[in-house]
């Protein structure tokens, strides 16, 4: 079965600075891999995903995020923060073959400081 | 943009009450599940709906977990004898095609359920 670690619960940046928050999944083949971000009181919003292909991706609102199968992770980069980036943010991996239904990790809290 | 829906945003109940968490889905969408997310841990699937029957559920889906869809719009989630360790973000889904997130889960915002 697959899992996710997301190891930092919550992260605290400066606005403009640089953002990096941490994934790492277990699964025996290729996974399918997710990022996602709940601001406050909205649904869970994908940002990006990876399925094949360039292990670099890009996704939403400036987020790229670059899958590294020897480390086993999927981390989620933003090169500058804006004040509206603080939010909740949850990486899954869903299974390349089975149910595909995705697993998530338990999220990391972004608070971005003026 | 076509939202997933949850009410009620909070819910405070009775340990030992039953609860009805609802949700409506997007319109055209064939595909419904439930998540949950116990404070400071990891968000769970419980549940996976289609053609009005559970298509995969979880070992966190028991006995006192049900699902209905009752007419064809509303997605429920219903907790008999609610336990204090149900409290929790009980997430909704939909999805168009199939089960595989490649194809796209929206999900609502949440429901926070608190027993006391």
């Known amino acids: 079965a697959q899992s996710v670690t997301q190891p930092d619960i919550h992260i605290t940046v400066s606005e403009g600075a640089s953002l990096e928050l941490r994934c790492n999944y277990s699964y025996g083949a290729t996974p399918y891999l997710f990022w996602y971000v709940q601001s406050p009181g909205q649904g869970l919003q994908l940002l990006l995903k990876?399925?094949?292909?360039?292990?670099l991706v890009q996704g939403i609102k400036g987020f790229e995020a670059e899958f590294k199968r020897s480390q086993s992770s999927f981390n989620l980069r933003k090169p500058s923060v804006h004040w509206s980036d603080a939010a909740e943010y949850f990486c899954?991996?869903?299974?390349?073959?089975?149910?595909?239904?995705?697993?998530f990790g338990r999220g990391t809290s972004l608070i971005v400081h003026p | 943009e076509p939202e997933v829906t949850q009410t009620p945003s909070h819910q405070v109940t009775q340990m030992g009450q039953e609860v009805i968490l609802r949700c409506v889905p997007i319109?055209?969408?064939?595909?419904f599940y439930w998540y949950r997310q116990i404070l400071g841990q990891k968000v769970e699937f419980l549940v996976s709906f289609y053609n009005n029957e559970i298509s995969e559920k979880s070992e966190i889906f028991d006995d006192q977990f049900s699902v209905e869809r009752p007419d064809g719009s509303n997605f429920t989630l219903k907790i008999r004898s609610t336990k204090l360790e149900d409290s929790a973000m009980y997430f909704c889904?939909?999805?168009?095609?199939?089960?595989?997130?490649?194809?796209?889960?929206?999900f609502g915002s949440g429901t926070r359920l608190t027993v006391v």
């Open positions: 899954a991996v869903g299974a390349s073959g089975g149910s595909y239904i995705p697993t």
């Open positions: 889904a939909s999805s168009l095609i199939s089960r595989d997130a490649r194809n796209g889960y929206t």
């Open positions: 990876y399925f094949s292909g360039d292990t």
């Open positions: 319109s055209n969408h064939l595909y």
